[in-house]
């Protein structure tokens, strides 16, 4: 943010809020438990927000979106105008607004918060990690987790990390790290990220 590779802007939706106490919630229609954010206000933030930034992807953060993939966050991160990101609490929010304002629905994982706050913060730090000059090292966001991919293009998780001591409590580094055999090593890394996507995460494999 220093170096001015990427800015963050804040909208209050409060802010939008109706009456004397600035209302952004109402009793949903058909009955139910919570309460749910009004549409108008809602719009209102979002657009508020695309005056500074016209072009920009809105994003709604809920369990019930899209699972938010490594893939994703390099598209947003190459998408020239920005992102917004809606940010739910109560009940939910209703869905005219998600028609009419919100490009994506996307979620962090199969698990309730209070509200989409962390979710976005955490979907902000994936993309801002992938744009160009945020990481000290380039060569590091192209050798992580479901980066390494299968010849079928399978994406697997990250192989494991050894560094010094070379023997710890018992425990050595493995030979083939220490030939200096470039080859070995990567096909070392390859077949211990497919046998950990195996064991950790077979849902990412599909033969």
Known sequence: MEKGLWQCNTVDIRAFGLGKHKEVDDTPYGGGAGMLMRADVVASAIRKAKE??????????????????????????????????????????DQRVLDSDVDEEISIGDYVLSGGELGAMVVADSIIRNLSGTLGNSTTLHEESFDITTEDGEMLVEYPHYTR????????????????????????RHNQALERTKERRPDLLKK
């Not at 493995?174 to 070392?188: C, D, N, R």
């Open 52 to 93: 500074d930034t016209p072009d920009a992807k809105v994003l709604f953060l809920t369990p019930s979106g899209k699972p938010f993939k490594q893939a994703d966050a390099q598209r947003l991160a190459a998408h020239e105008g920005g992102v917004i990101l809606l940010c739910g609490h109560y009940e939910g929010i």
């Open 165 to 188: 001591p070379e023997t710890w409590e018992g425990q050595d580094v493995p030979a083939v790290l220490k030939s200096g055999h470039h080859g070995e090593i990567a096909k070392w």
